[in-house]
């Protein structure tokens, strides 16, 4: 038995699709995710299918969900890791190592903390921008812990929210 942890979040690279920098960061940070191993036998578990690189808007008519950065999205539930492992933080931060990027987000649902990977943005553009890009070993981590304070939703979402309604089946047939 155990408690499975929830353990999200994302790392991201600025650039815009049209920039032969950025499709050159996209394909870098593409084959090293490609090249992580499908099953990981060391915990904390570690693997390929935790991660997707988010695809990359290469024309403003593309209807792709990706503006002025490109992101790698990562989820994971994890059995009783009430707080972020150190054995995790150093396979993400080895992970970090080898991926052009410049900000990363991790969330821990059980403790409610939100760590937050930054790169100086001088250094990253440097880096980003020869060629081949290189990726940052420099970086600073904080820790956020998050509140679970609850707020009107009209505050929350934007453009006068309200609840759809759940049809019956028999609602939803056609008449004949």
Known sequence: ???????HGYISATGYG???ESQRIHAHNSRVIDLLPESDEDWPFFPRSMFTVAPMRMTLGECIPQHENQTIQFLGDFKNQYSLDTEWVKKFELLLGRL????AVVYTEFAMIRFVWDVDRELA??????DPPKPPHEWTLKAYRMGDEEMPLKAAIDGGYSPIT????QDAAPNP
């Open 1 to 7: 038995m155990g408690i499975g942890v929830v353990i």
């Open 100 to 103: 052009c990027w410049d900000h």
């Open 18 to 20: 049209n920039q032969i």
């Open 125 to 130: 553009t440097k880096l980003f921008f020869s």
């Open 166 to 169: 759940p049809r019956r089946e």
